[in-house]
């Protein structure tokens, strides 16, 4: 029996495949019958340019339905999908591209020279373009080949998708997630949330991310339910559409966003079901205020770029903000203290994870992978929680320091050596501190070299633009003598958080 992710999808095809899956907001329709034969060109095609099973298939493009389809080629074709931010910066592809090896990169057409000299330099001999509208010489190529392709029969332990993920050290890592780990939890999800045929799926995240890639379209897929596509957040244009829809899935930024518009009533939403949050934590005031303003209380999920979604409040019950509620079904959660023993009732510690929605380990990086699971099978997430006596998890801090600004993860060790390596710069600290809109800015604090009053704020920011996507860039500079540093000459972070906390304003953009 063929176990991809793929093949599960393809038997829930509605049966009558005309439905429609995806209507865009430029007025474009695309039905079941559409999803198989494009997904059938693009297979085949990756085929025909001596892709084989186990391939990886680099993507760097502008959200379009032709990119999800895409994603569901490579599933379809045993090839291995590794989505890539369209933030990242050349150095950013170039590292990916050199770890993961690709045979084939798919770009967008304003950025194809340079990536095909990366391409070239990592030994790929095959890029193709993709813009938002899904046009390109990928599309084009796809046309000349039959709508043909028989389904590749993969186990469930192959790998499906690589998503890289920054560690403490700078260098991302790929986490290696498989067919059985996607399917899982995609099932989870649909049944723990209710997702039915009959649902319309508002979309409006991105998907390079393993929340609108994975969490929104495998859900909806599985379901055969249906999507509103947006390429991207628009705070208007989403109130305008949530009368057409029935669910939404957002990180913290977009409901603040939404509740700054008098716009968000009741009325609005009276025909949505539920209102997904996550990628970061909601604040309790957020909750609060949008269910004062709508009536509806959103539904916090928490997750990982290498488990998928670990646990969530409930459907129906009691929704606790400032918790990310249950275990997921099939999924087991525990927190362990420092010595290593695993906690009772409200003990903080290191929470654990385990079930078939956690990766296989990182690409290439047996020993991270060894260091990252417990003897007995158990994967150490690094965030720092705890579970009540109800049940509900709770996430009180994160280990190592990570930031998560607008649903992103931001590691301050990789902003911290693009920030030291700036003429005039002795070192700098990266933090994060609250943020209305992002949850989180990322802030870097620097020491500079004695009468170098030209290393300004503005020229740290722009300097590190060039370097990272933007959503890793400070928001805000300060400088100082000196860190604050412990006894053993660590910097202390926490000082730096609460003396810095307190000045950062309401920073949107």
């Known amino acids: 029996m063929n176990q991809s992710l793929y093949a599960l999808i393809e038997s829930r095809f509605p049966a009558d495949p005309s439905r429609i899956l995806i209507e865009t907001d430029g007025g474009a329709a695309y039905s079941w019958r559409d999803l198989d034969a494009l997904t059938a060109r693009y297979a085949r095609l990756m085929s025909e340019l001596g892709l084989a099973k186990g391939d990886r298939v680099a993507v760097q493009t502008d959200k379009s339905p032709q990119a999800m389809f895409l994603y569901l080629a490579c599933?379809?074709?045993?090839?291995?999908?590794?989505?890539?931010?369209?933030?990242?910066?050349?150095?950013?592809?170039?590292?990916l591209v050199g770890n993961a090896e690709p045979r084939l990169l798919v770009c967008r057409p304003e950025v194809e020279t340079t990536t095909k000299d990366i391409a070239a330099a990592h030994g790929c001999l095959n890029v193709l373009t993709m813009d938002g509208d899904g046009?390109?010489?990928?599309?084009?190529?796809?046309?000349a080949v039959p709508a043909d392709f028989s389904t590749v029969d993969?186990?469930?332990?192959?790998?499906?998708?690589?998503?890289?993920?920054?560690g403490t050290t700078g260098r991302p890592k790929g986490a290696m997630l498989t067919h059985r780990n996607l399917s899982a939890n995609a099932l989870a999800l649909v049944s723990y949330w209710g997702i039915t045929a009959g649902d319309v799926l508002l979309h409006a995240l991105p998907i390079f991310h393993a929340h609108g890639l994975f969490v929104a379209c495998n859900t909806t897929l599985l379901a055969g339910a249906r999507m509103l596509w947006l390429a991207r957040f628009d705070g208007d244009r989403v109130l305008e559409l949530l009368s057409r829809a029935t669910t939404f899935m957002g990180v913290p930024t977009f409901y603040t966003r939404l509740l700054a518009s008098p716009?968000?009533?009741?009325?609005?939403?009276?025909?949505?079901?539920?209102?997904?949050?996550?990628s970061a934590p909601l604040l309790e005031e957020t909750f609060r205020a949008f269910e004062e303003r709508t009536g509806f209380s959103i539904l916090e999920r928490y997750g990982m770029t290498e488990t998928g979604m670990n646990t969530s409040n409930p459907l129906t019950g009691e929704r606790r903000p400032g918790t990310v509620g249950f275990p997921l079904p099939g999924v087991s959660v525990r927190?362990?203290?420092?010595?290593?023993?695993?906690?009772?009732?409200?003990?903080?510690?290191?929470?654990q994870v385990k079930g078939e929605n956690v990766f296989s380990g990182y690409w290439r990086m047996p020993e991270k992978t060894g260091e990252d699971f417990t003897a007995d099978g158990w994967f150490k997430t690094g965030d720092v929680g705890k579970i009540d006596a109800d049940g509900y998890v709770h996430i009180v801090g994160r280990a190592k320091d990570l930031i998560i600004s607008g649903g992103?993860?931001?590691?301050?060790?990789?902003?911290?050596?693009?920030?030291?390596?700036?003429?005039?710069?002795?070192?700098?600290?990266?933090?994060?501190?609250?943020?209305?809109?992002?949850?989180?800015?990322?802030?870097?604090?620097?020491?500079?070299?004695?009468?170098r009053t030209d290393v300004t704020e503005a020229a740290v920011i722009a300097e590190v633009k060039t370097r990272i996507a933007n959503y890793k860039v400070p928001k805000t500079v300060h400088f100082v003598e000196e860190l604050p540093r412990n006894a053993m000459g660590k910097v202390q972070k926490n000082v730096l958080r609460e003396m810095f906390s307190s000045r950062v304003s309401s920073l949107i953009g």
């Open 75 to 95: 599933l379809r074709g045993g090839f291995i999908f590794l989505p890539m931010n369209t933030a990242y910066q050349p150095d950013e592809v170039d590292y």
């Open 135 to 143: 046009r390109g010489s990928f599309a084009e190529a796809a046309q």
């Open 154 to 166: 993969c186990a469930a332990d192959d790998v499906a998708c690589i998503l890289y993920t920054s």
């Open 263 to 278: 716009r968000l009533t009741r009325d609005a939403c009276r025909h949505m079901r539920l209102f997904v949050s996550g």
């Open 335 to 351: 927190a362990v203290g420092d010595d290593g023993n695993v906690l009772g009732t409200d003990g903080v510690g290191v929470l």
């Open 408 to 451: 992103y993860n931001v590691y301050p060790k990789e902003v911290e050596s693009v920030v030291d390596r700036i003429d005039g710069v002795v070192e700098s600290a990266v933090i994060g501190v609250p943020h209305p809109d992002f949850g989180e800015a990322v802030t870097a604090v620097v020491k500079r070299l004695p009468g």
